[in-house]
């Protein structure tokens, strides 16, 4: 069974930062790709970043020049560094890891979300 386990999340003033963490452990034999979604009361979830096992990188317009993503593969974990942030950021950010299990199946696998909060 694989498990991500996020942190970070917390309320914060506009302008402020905050760094989530997603850890990924259990039985996964390879990780193609990390990554953070966000879905904010009544929107669909959307996507933030991703980066790859060949530390690709990729983010929503919304983020660029402000959120950074990054991972530390000893750890399986992925990390997200906000700054500048918005109230429309304001969102449950979701970690996301696509691999291979221990069958050579690939899989999609998600956290529980983390809440963020950016207001005065």
Do not use: H
């Not at 905050?18 to 390879?30: E, M, W």
């Not at 096992?53 to 593969?73: C, E, L, M, P, Q």
């Not at 700054?83 to 998600?110: H, I, Q």
């Amino acid at each position: 069974q694989v498990q991500l386990v996020e942190s970070g999340g917390g309320l914060v003033q506009p302008g402020g930062s905050l760094r989530l963490s997603c850890a990924v452990s259990g039985s996964i034999f390879s990780i193609s790709s990390m990554g953070w979604y966000r879905q904010a009361p009544g929107k669909q979830r959307e996507l933030v970043a991703t980066i790859t096992s060949g530390d690709s990188t990729n983010y929503a317009d919304s983020v660029k020049g402000r959120f950074t993503i990054s991972k530390d593969n000893a750890k399986n974990t992925v990390y997200l560094q906000m700054v500048s942030l918005k109230p429309e950021d304001t969102a449950v950010y979701y970690c996301n890891a696509g691999g291979f299990d221990t069958t050579m199946v690939y899989r999609t696998y998600w956290g529980q979300g983390t809440q963020v909060t950016v207001s005065s």
